[in-house]
């Protein structure tokens, strides 16, 4: 992976990971509410 789309993918997961701590859900609501793997949440 190029250092550019590292650094997107990781940018996109900071802000998910914010909105995730913001939203008062636990990681399972949140992840089922968005369709997202608790797997790739922790990865």
Do not use: F, P
């Not at 990971?17 to 369709?35: A, F, L, P, Q, Y």
Request: charged share 35%; aromatic share 12%; net charge negative.
């Amino acid at each position: 992976m190029s250092d550019l789309k590292h650094d997107v993918v990781v940018e996109r997961w900071a802000m998910l990971i914010k909105e995730r701590m913001e939203s008062g859900m636990t990681v399972k609501e949140w992840c089922h509410d968005r369709n997202i793997k608790e797997s790739q949440y922790y990865y």
